[in-house]
Nanobody, 119 residues
Framework: EVQLVESGGGLVQAGGSLRLSCVAAHFPHDDYAIGWFRQAPGKEREAVSCITRPDGTTYYPTSVTDRFTISYDNAKTTVYLQMNSLKLEDTGVYYC????????????WGQGTQVTVSS
């Protein structure tokens, strides 16, 4: 069974940092892109980063550019999302997801991890 397992969420003050991890277990596609999405209460889910494999090209929306960094460790089959200078509006459930490319709709989803930014 394919699994994407997120961890690293929590409560942090505005201006602080968190690093999320996503472990891809039993994943048959080592060339699939992996991205992070988030969903705030009452809002639609939005993409916040994506990384292609194996070349490592990254994509970010302007809302997180220069604050969030996505990376992956192939040996550990883990994708990370380093989040700095967190803002209140970064609060939400963060999901790891995978698709053949960063432009496609994800085929696999993790269960999500809560990130709460407080003032």
């Amino acid at each position: 069974e394919v699994q994407l397992v997120e961890s690293g969420g929590g409560l942090v003050q505005a201006g602080g940092s968190l690093r999320l991890s996503c472990v891809a277990a039993h994943f048959p596609h080592d060339d699939y892109a992996i991205g992070w999405f988030r969903q705030a209460p009452g809002k639609e889910r939005e993409a916040v980063s994506c990384i292609t494999r194996p070349d490592g090209t990254t994509y970010y929306p302007t809302s997180v550019t220069d604050r969030f960094t996505i990376s992956y460790d192939n040996a550990k089959t883990t994708v990370y999302l380093q989040m700095n200078s967190l803002k209140l509006e970064d609060t939400g459930v963060y999901y790891c997801a995978s698709s053949p490319t960063c432009r496609g709709s994800p085929l696999y989803w993790g269960q999500g991890t809560q990130v709460t930014v407080s003032s």
